[in-house]
């Protein structure tokens, strides 16, 4: 009668170690790879989404309360309130880029914040292109804001003044944009002045402008000092222009640098 023979298998040491550094290997290189893979998404991220991702320094100390409650009244009108920029309120002022300048507000406005993208955040000490300092708004009166732009960007004379730049019509041809909010028409131009105060040269301007993002009325004066060109812009529409052009005008008046 035959019988089986049984023989007892046994794995090869060599063949398990083999396995078994296969197996580590092949887990380290996905471990590797998933490491490499979310690099490179976390990477992606930072370049499509900067602003999501990397939280910038606020652009100025906003309040979005009225000013009226932590600003001091105006010296020459106290139904105003008197605004005076100093280092801490944008990073052109701390930079030195932009000289302190002021102006009066109602009480009842409020200080807005200026997005990142628009502050100069990003570029200071040199930018190249103009910035927004500061801007103020009443729901029923209507919204001032203070530009900036590089003197390098209007003329290559370094500290101009605002005369060497040129006349008020060539000068609002170069920054009507950034009065508007879109485009400029020199035909939406309504009046032009030039005013001294000391050494301080001003262009003033009153705008009709139906397709501003702005609003269909612009106010503007501008001035140049040091290394900058300093616009000041006050907008309404037509509803906030009948109640408040007079107010808006004074406080255009009142803007110095």
């Avoid at 990142?116 to 200071?124: D, E, K, R, V």
């Avoid at 000092?225 to 300093?230: E, F, I, R, Y």
């Amino acid at each position: 009668m035959a019988t089986a023979s049984l023989t007892p298998i046994f794995s090869s040491p060599l063949k398990t170690s083999r396995t078994t550094t296969l197996t580590t290997t092949t887990t380290s290189l996905d471990q590797h790879r998933n490491q490499v893979v979310l690099r490179r998404q976390i990477l992606k991220g930072l370049v499509l989404s900067p602003l999501i991702l990397i939280k910038a320094p606020p652009s100025s100390e906003a309040r979005e309360i009225e000013v009226g409650s932590y600003l001091p009244p105006s010296p020459t009108d106290p139904s105003f309130v008197l605004f005076k920029a100093s280092s801490k309120d944008t990073p052109a002022l701390r930079a030195g880029n932009v000289q302190p300048y002021q102006f009066i507000l109602p009480p009842s406005w409020k200080q807005t914040r200026v997005a990142n993208i628009l502050s100069g955040n990003y570029c200071q000490p040199k930018c190249a292109e103009p910035w927004v300092e500061v801007k103020f708004e009443d729901e029923k009166q209507g919204k001032v804001q203070v530009v900036a732009s590089p003197l390098i960007r209007l003329t290559n004379k370094p500290n101009a003044t605002i005369e060497e730049i040129g006349n008020p019509e060539k000068l609002i041809a170069s920054l009507g944009p950034f009065v508007t909010g879109n485009s400029y028409d020199p035909d939406e131009l309504l009046e032009t002045k030039i005013e001294k105060f000391g050494d301080q040269t001003y262009y003033k301007y009153m705008l009709e402008t139906p397709f501003a993002l702005t609003g269909t009325h612009n106010l503007a004066k501008a001035t140049a000092k040091g290394s900058t060109v300093v616009l000041f812009v006050a907008s309404a529409n037509d509803k906030q222009w009948q109640a408040s052009e007079k107010t808006l005008k004074a406080i255009l008046d009142s803007f110095q640098i």
